[in-house]
């Protein structure tokens, strides 16, 4: 499903369809709920870590928000609820894992 910010950016929702632990990293693969069209984001434990997040976080999250707009070849845009935290939680997250 696609729609827009207030803002007019292109938004799209995605559900966590796979996770791998990196060296470091955790790598996140995302599935377009309309289209089944995956993509996927790196994210650093220290970050993660900086953040207050827990792996836990993103399980327990009912979908992700992908800002297509703000998403770019190297990185992509990621909002969700974060259950734990009481709050919507947005960040940037590498599409290379040697980022």
């Known amino acids: 499903m696609a729609f827009r910010a207030r ?3 292109q938004l799209a929702l995605y559900d ?3 996770f791998e632990d990196l060296d470091g990293r955790y790598k996140f693969i995302f599935r377009r709920q309309d289209s089944n069209k995956r993509r996927t984001g790196i994210l650093k434990k220290a970050t993660m870590k900086k953040g207050g997040l827990k792996l836990d976080d993103f399980f327990d999250a009912p ?3 992908v800002d297509l707009d703000k998403s770019s070849a190297t990185g992509l845009r ?3 609820i974060c ?3 009481g709050k919507i939680v947005r960040i940037k997250m590498s599409k290379d894992a040697n980022n």
């Open 16 to 18: 966590l369809d796979d």
């Open 83 to 85: 259950a734990r935290l």
């Open 63 to 65: 979908s992700f928000v």
């Open 7 to 9: 803002d007019g950016a």
């Open 78 to 80: 990621v909002d969700f």
